[in-house]
């Protein structure tokens, strides 16, 4: 397995360079590769590529590290999968690759330029090309030399495969937005009492024990980030707090942080019925996504935003279709009813006709597959004689066929595409009429849920007016 990290630097690039070729670390430089640069020019071609474009300033260069657990890769694989790496995700950027075998596990460095030399644009590292790109070609590469996949670099087992999708994709988790709840409740808070009162309010249930755990009301298991990271134990968040105060008392921390505040929704004036709805709810979730809470924000809206790709989805069909009331998508399922019935009626005469050849399609296949069996058998190998048999069968049953053998394999070859695409577009109408149900069963429970953010917000305006 890998553990990879990439990290952006603004210091002189032939520092880097020189510190993943150093010949103490990768065995006199055997263990090293470049990717469109010349060995010693590496440095002025790099920065020839910067002059060429006028990029010179910000990040000069970017280093990757991939650490693999002792005992598990050779030098010699890591540098292959190093260079596979780059020749994949660094494609026209200039880059210098070495394996360091000079401590107790073996890593692999990558420092390449942070300007492409094809197209003169700059290398964007975030989260999302981080999980997405960099993380995921290592761990595709890691799997196809047979190494074990890791879910996260750091507490592996506290990340769940289904956590680390969502990551990697771009899209919020229960954890990430536990942590992230945690981080401004400790910034907002005096003491340790009053950040337990604070995830209260944020909606949280608290268990006290050797670790703190938290979770949404609710929801079914307790979360323990303190295993991750230090921050999150009870110590730590102690700790995080007081040195809030004393900077606050030194005047280098203000002692209210901005935030953005949530704005009420203005209704879009191109949608209506289904449509509004589901924009309306989707800009509620997106502000929640953005931690721009609508007042006294329910534990629930927390909780939808986990499904906030699904309700992009299904306002796209509603889109697609033009559905924006009840008879409109009464009108949708009637249709993919009738499209369903006739598609179903299609594969069951393409069904009969494969049923009417089956007994050639199979002999098709058994030549196909059996042929080096008839082959050994020809050469005197031993215990080929039931597959030779089975062999010379099949090829009488087609000599028999009445049908040429090219023709029938044309024949087997169309009637099994049909096949495959009237179960594919049956795959989709079943999926329209879920989509159909579950819009349906969703639009009450979205109503209510806007209609408590709104309430809310109406609340706490009149709140703030009697105060002012």
Same mark, same amino acid.
């Given at each position: 397995m890998a553990v990879t990290k990439i990290l952006a630097r603004k210091g002189r690039l032939d520092v880097g360079i020189r510190y993943v070729l150093n010949g103490d670390k990768t065995d006199e430089q055997i263990l090293t590769a470049h990717l469109n640069c010349d060995p010693n020019r590496e440095c002025r071609q790099m920065l020839d590529t910067k002059r060429a474009v006028g990029k010179m300033d910000g990040v000069q260069y970017y280093h990757l590290i991939q650490s693999f657990q002792p005992g598990e890769i050779t030098p010699e694989l890591a540098l292959e999968i190093a260079k596979e790496f780059a020749a994949e995700h660094l494609a026209g950027y200039e880059a210098v690759i070495g394996v360091h075998v000079d401590k107790g596990h073996i890593h692999a460095h990558t420092v390449f330029n942070s300007v492409n030399y094809f197209t003169g644009e700059k290398y964007h590292s975030n989260a999302q090309s981080y999980y997405r790109q960099i993380r995921a070609t290592s761990d595709r590469l890691c799997r196809e030399h047979g190494l074990s996949v890791i879910m996260e670099g750091k507490a592996e087992k506290a990340v769940s495969y289904i956590e680390w999708l969502r990551q990697s994709r771009g899209q919020p988790t229960f954890r990430s937005m536990l942590e992230a709840d945690m981080r401004e409740a400790i910034e907002d808070a005096n003491d340790i009492g009053h950040f337990f009162l604070i995830m209260e309010h944020k909606g949280y249930e608290i268990k006290h024990g050797n670790r703190l755990a938290f979770r949404l009301r609710g929801q079914e298991r307790f979360m323990v980030p303190g295993r991750r990271d230090p921050l999150f134990t009870e110590d730590g968040i102690r700790a995080a707090i007081a040195g809030n105060l004393d900077a606050i008392t030194a005047g280098t921390r203000p002692a209210i942080l901005y935030r953005p505040q949530y704005k009420p929704y203005r209704r879009h004036p191109k949608y209506t019925g *289904?449509?509004?709805?589901?924009? &309306?709810?989707?800009?509620?979730?997106?502000?929640?996504?953005?931690?721009?809470?609508?007042?006294?924000?329910?534990?629930? !809206? =927390?909780? $939808?935003?986990?499904?906030?790709?699904?309700?992009? /989805?299904? *306002?796209?069909?509603?889109?697609? &279709?033009?559905?924006?009331?009840?008879?409109? @998508?009464?009108?949708?399922?009637? %249709?993919? $009813?009738? +499209?369903?019935?006739?598609? +179903?009626?299609?594969?069951?005469? @393409?069904?009969?006709?494969?049923?009417? %050849?089956?007994?050639?399609?199979?002999?098709?296949?058994?030549?196909? +597959?059996?042929?080096? /069996?008839? $082959?050994?058998?020809?050469?005197?190998?031993?215990?080929?004689?039931?597959? *030779? /048999?089975?062999?010379?069968?099949?090829? +009488?049953?087609?000599?028999?066929?009445?049908?040429?053998?090219?023709?029938? !394999?044309? $024949?087997?070859?169309? @009637?099994?595409?049909?096949?495959?695409?009237?179960?594919?577009?049956?795959? %989709?109408? =079943?999926? #329209? !009429? /879920?989509?159909? #149900?579950?819009?349906?069963?969703? %639009?009450?429970?979205?109503? =209510?849920?806007?209609?408590?953010?709104? #309430?809310k917000a109406k609340e706490v305006e009149r709140d703030e007016r009697r105060w002012r």
């Open positions: *289904f449509m509004a709805l589901y924009v &309306h709810y989707l800009y509620l979730l997106g502000k929640v996504g953005q931690r721009q809470y609508p007042p006294k924000m329910t534990p629930h !809206l =927390r909780k $939808e935003l986990m499904k906030f790709e699904q309700y992009k /989805a299904q *306002f796209a069909f509603l889109r697609e &279709h033009g559905v924006s009331t009840a008879e409109d @998508l009464q009108a949708v399922r009637t %249709r993919t $009813e009738e +499209t369903l019935a006739s598609l +179903t009626k299609q594969r069951t005469i @393409l069904n009969v006709r494969k049923k009417k %050849r089956k007994q050639l399609y199979d002999a098709l296949s058994d030549v196909e +597959t059996l042929a080096p /069996a008839k $082959e050994l058998y020809e050469e005197g190998v031993p215990g080929m004689e039931g597959q *030779f /048999a089975q062999y010379m069968d099949a090829v +009488t049953l087609l000599e028999h066929g009445g049908i040429p053998k090219e023709e029938l !394999l044309e $024949e087997k070859a169309a @009637l099994y595409q049909q096949l495959a695409d009237v179960n594919r577009e049956i795959r %989709r109408a =079943r999926k #329209d !009429l /879920a989509m159909c #149900d579950t819009i349906e069963q969703n %639009r009450p429970r979205m109503e =209510r849920d806007i209609q408590v953010a709104e #309430d």
